[in-house]
């Protein structure tokens, strides 16, 4: 897997694992076969969340196996920068899908009152969450194949 340390490889697992697992529940969302009610959207996030743990848990084993001197050594210097510049890009993701949810709920309830659903809420800030851990995750690939 490519030319990755140990925390590379495990942020690649990351990414793939949320993309994979929220993609496909966003994907019926669009298609309109998503939950319909708050109760239907906890009990898929539950299940969500189930399948991310177990598929996490699955390939971190399989990277830990297979490279194991890498697995028991410690963060360095540059593991340290990564993950703090990865964090940063992250959290500003998050900053602006939460500034756009705040936006289409005030627009929203004003240009049509009622057209915006505690679904759609949740949903938004799900999307906003999954896009700021995405672009954690990617960020630090990206910083670990950079060698910054």
């Known amino acids: 897997m490519l030319n990755l340390s140990f925390h590379g490889k ?58 194991p001197d890498e697995a028991n050594g410690s963060a360095d210097e540059m593991d340290r920068a990564i993950r703090l510049k990865a964090y940063r890009f992250g959290y500003l993701l998050l900053s602006a899908g939460v500034l756009i949810v705040l936006g289409r709920i005030l627009f929203g309830s004003v240009m049509e009152p009622g057209a915006v659903t505690l679904l ?29």
């Open 10 to 67: 495990s942020a690649a697992v990351s990414l793939l694992a949320v993309l994979g697992t929220y993609g496909w529940y966003f994907y019926f969302v669009l298609l309109g076969a998503g939950p319909e009610s708050p109760q239907e959207m906890l009990f898929w996030m539950i299940g969500l969340v189930v399948l991310i743990v177990v598929v996490e848990v699955v390939f971190h084993i399989a990277i830990a196996v297979g490279y």
């Open 120 to 148: 759609d809420i949740a949903n938004l800030l799900l999307f906003a969450f999954v896009l700021a851990e995405s672009g954690h995750y990617g960020a630090t690939v990206y910083y670990y194949l950079a060698g910054v």
